[in-house]
């Protein structure tokens, strides 16, 4: 089953760090680009990086630029988000969602998230 | 404020049709594919629409997307219950470099 799981998340005060992770299992990780989403409470979607397979390209949005690092292990299959300097705006729930191969910027599979919260 | 502007609401009853719309600019949807997600709760985003118009597998037909310009939109038919959710489009923005998403819209099946 192609399947990824997020976890990491948890109560972090302003200024404090998180990692997140994403196990991937089911397809070969490595021939995939990779992507973190966010949805704060009550609020839509909200794209935060994405990663392509080689980890030669990284893209942010600008309200993480600086502060968020992405990063992979295709060995273990795993996916990353480093998150320093937390705000609160940066409490949400984080996807990591696999890119559809030659359809777009379309996110084909999602794990069931992770909840961060910055809060002192 | 989103980038891509979706109606926060749409209702209809069920057996009908609802279309959902999605508004950006030519950076966003009018140079880029567009694709649509649905959300219910406590459960993971799927995919409904990618590259437009296509349907990913598992996708029933009575889901349908369609663009013109810097305008999308996603089209149900013969509605159910169970397509009671929050949809979002997406599309990728030259200008800012980045994934946008449309604010979401809540489908209500009275």
């Known amino acids: 089953e192609v399947q990824l799981v997020e976890s990491g998340g948890g109560l972090v005060q302003p200024g404090g760090s998180l990692r997140l992770s994403c196990a991937a299992s089911?397809?070969?990780?490595?021939?995939?680009?990779m992507n973190w989403v966010r949805q704060a409470p009550g609020k839509g979607l909200q794209w935060v990086s994405y990663i392509i397979s080689s980890s030669s390209n990284k893209f942010y949005a600008d309200s993480v630029k600086g502060r968020f690092t992405i990063s992979r292990d295709n060995t273990k299959k795993f996916l990353y988000l480093e998150m320093n300097s937390l705000r609160a705006e940066d409490t949400a729930v984080y996807y990591c969602a696999r890119h559809s191969g030659g359809a777009g910027w379309a996110f084909d599979i999602w794990g069931q998230g992770t909840m961060v919260t910055v809060s002192s | 404020q989103s980038v891509l502007t979706q109606p926060p609401s749409a209702s209809e009853t069920p057996g009908q049709r609802v279309t959902i719309s999605c508004s950006g600019s030519n950076s966003n949807i009018g140079s880029n594919y567009v694709c649509w997600y649905q959300l219910l709760p406590g459960t993971a985003p799927k995919l409904v629409i990618y590259r437009n118009n296509q349907r990913p597998s598992g996708v029933p037909d009575r889901f349908s997307g369609s663009k013109s310009g810097t305008s999308a939109s996603l089209a149900i038919s013969g509605l159910r219950s169970e397509d009671e959710a929050d949809y979002y489009c997406s599309a990728w923005d030259d200008r800012l470099t980045g994934v946008v998403f449309g604010g979401g819209t809540k489908l209500t099946v009275l």
């Open positions: 089911g397809f070969t990780f490595s021939n995939y680009n």
